[in-house]
């Protein structure tokens, strides 16, 4: 298993093909049942035509599909609530069922259609493809660079995997699947629906698309849900850094779950599972395991395990084991999408929503820099990516997210969130001024809403997507209460979590959650 902890990470296991959903005619979507992958009860499908390039609309088109759960109070129903799970890649066709199978209110259900959708490029819309083969199939976060050394190796790595994605069969689709295009097939989706406006869940990855639509439309935008967000740049070079400081606002709930526990002999204090972690680093750099896993590969699991409190069982288990050179078992992960599709389509969006600088010396030097600022994962946050090296360039310029337009954005934040750091929240917080309000919760981990316990901060979610109502200034949730993980037995609730809520695919493939 010299690879395998690290492509379950990102989840390697195929879908089922499965038919097509319903063509759209002009006009109303054409509903009609969905995907095999996706059929759940109650759940629609349709698939409406949207241009490959909005600057050409009578050009080129493409697929997007759509689901919908419908509201069963009409009485009641307001309108749309729009859902998209992150990623970006993240298929979301299915997620207006899982929400509800994971706890959605009642009182959401009734006031809205949930409607899902696959993001162009991905799954049951127009998918687009790099051809990957099975030893690529890792995440796109970057492993941790040792040195100046490993920069250098693995930008030629990268930039192998940007010249197959410019000479795939879908290459022609590079600069316009991107985050603006995707607003703008949102907007779409709404005018097919016949609605005037549009209300909107987004999570991860999915609050800097929601960002941008009703950056881009804020008169059809009615309530913009925002949970565990990027900052007001997206997952641009200076975002992606900041998987390095979301790694260190997270590690002390490990360690303190690491150190009551003294079956996992971590540590007795957190101080000292802090000290283990960079032991087990060295150890594994100098000699890796006898499956394979070196200290890069530790550093990256770690990461991946730090998004749901569920997985902390296992990473305390798993590091156990390296630390006593047993054998460790693969991460709790079932099936997913199809992972080709997935780290595809991130890069077709990332590399082609902004330039990244494509100097190798402008990456080791933010490597060396991050080793020092945030020595558990910044040399991985700041190394290379693909879009140092991609074919395309971006077609017009990122949007620019500001405080024009209603206000009607909620925003929702854990205090020690790995993948998007309460760093990055405070800046798009910042840059939507009064449009916005932000509820932070004292909890750990990527989500929020549904995610979490807190109740404080679903209260708040769920009456702003019921009623309309926000907290009056932006508001603290106490921390509170919580089940603890429970040691050995609860390696299967991390699947349980995801399989039902269909939790945000991290941005970049890099946890469990899939």
């Known amino acids: 298993m010299r690879n395998s902890l690290l492509v379950a990470v990102v989840a390697a296991v195929l879908v089922t093909v499965a038919p097509g959903v319903a063509q759209a005619a002009p006009g109303a979507p054409k509903w009609g049942a969905c995907p095999a992958d996706v059929t759940a009860p109650g759940l629609e499908c349709a ?7 909005y600057r050409k609309p009578a050009g080129r088109q493409i697929q997007v599909a759509i689901s919908r ?8 129903r307001r309108g749309v609530l729009l859902t998209n799970p992150g990623g970006p890649g993240g298929p979301g066709l299915d997620l207006p069922a899982a929400l509800a199978a994971g706890g959605l209110p009642r009182g959401v259900l009734d006031t809205y259609d949930v409607i899902g959708f696959d993001p162009r490029g991905v799954g049951h819309s127009t998918p687009v493809t790099c051809d990957l083969a099975p030893a690529q199939l890792r995440s796109n976060v970057p492993l941790y660079a040792r040195n100046a050394a490993d920069v250098v190796a693995d930008a030629e790595y990268v930039e192998g995997i940007a010249r197959q994605c410019g000479a795939s069969s879908t290459a ?7 985050t603006a295009n995707t607003a703008r097939d949102m907007d779409r989706i709404r005018a097919a629906l016949g609605e005037p406006k549009l209300s909107y869940y987004g999570i991860s990855y999915g609050t800097y698309l929601g960002a941008v639509y009703t950056t881009l439309f804020p008169q059809r935008s009615d309530r913009i849900m925002l949970d565990s967000n990027l900052g007001p740049g997206g997952l641009d070079v200076t975002g992606s850094r900041l998987f390095a400081q979301g790694f260190e606002d997270r590690f002390p709930d490990f360690a303190a779950f690491a150190a009551a526990h003294p079956e996992y002999s971590l540590g007795a204090t957190p101080a000292q599972v802090r000290a283990k972690y960079f032991d087990l680093a060295a150890r ?5 395991s006898p499956e394979g896993i070196d200290g890069r590969q530790f550093r990256h699991l770690t990461f991946g395990m730090f998004y749901y409190d569920a997985a902390l069982p296992y990473l305390a288990s798993a590091w ?8 460790v078992s693969p991460p709790p992960v079932g099936a997913g ?5 997935v780290l595809s389509s991130q890069l077709y969006v990332l590399c082609g929503d902004s330039d990244w600088p494509e100097p190798v010396r402008a990456y080791q030097r933010n490597v060396a820099v991050d080793r020092l600022r ?8 700041a190394n290379v990516w693909a879009c140092a090296f991609w074919p395309s360039d ?6 620019r997210i500001g405080d024009r337009g209603p206000s009607d954005v909620l925003m929702l934040e854990n205090l020690r969130d790995p993948a998007t750091p309460l760093a990055g929240a405070r800046r798009l917080r910042q840059a939507f001024g009064d449009r916005a309000r932000m509820v932070t919760a004292d909890q750990g981990g990527h989500g929020t809403y549904l995610f979490g316990t807190n109740q404080c901060a679903n209260d708040a979610a769920t009456a702003f997507l019921v009623s309309g109502v926000r907290p009056a200034h932006d508001t603290a949730c106490a921390a509170e209460p919580a089940t603890a993980p429970t040691p050995g037995g609860g390696a299967d609730e991390p699947l349980r979590q995801l399989k039902s809520l269909r939790a945000a695919l991290p941005h970049v493939g890099s946890s469990l959650a899939r």
Not at 172 to 178: D, I, K, N, Q
């Open 337 to 341: 999408p199809n992972p080709g599709n």
């Open 394 to 399: 971006p077609v017009e310029p990122p949007v």
């Open 69 to 76: 759960l419908k509201s069963t109070n009409p009485a009641q």
């Open 320 to 327: 156990h084991a390296l630390d006593t050179g047993q054998p």
């Open 47 to 53: 698939a409406l035509d949207v241009p490959l390039d």
């Open 284 to 288: 594994l750099d100098a000699k890796p």
């Open 172 to 178: 022609s689709m590079l600069p316009y699947v991107t």
């Open 374 to 381: 945030h020595p558990m994962f910044g040399a991985a946050a």
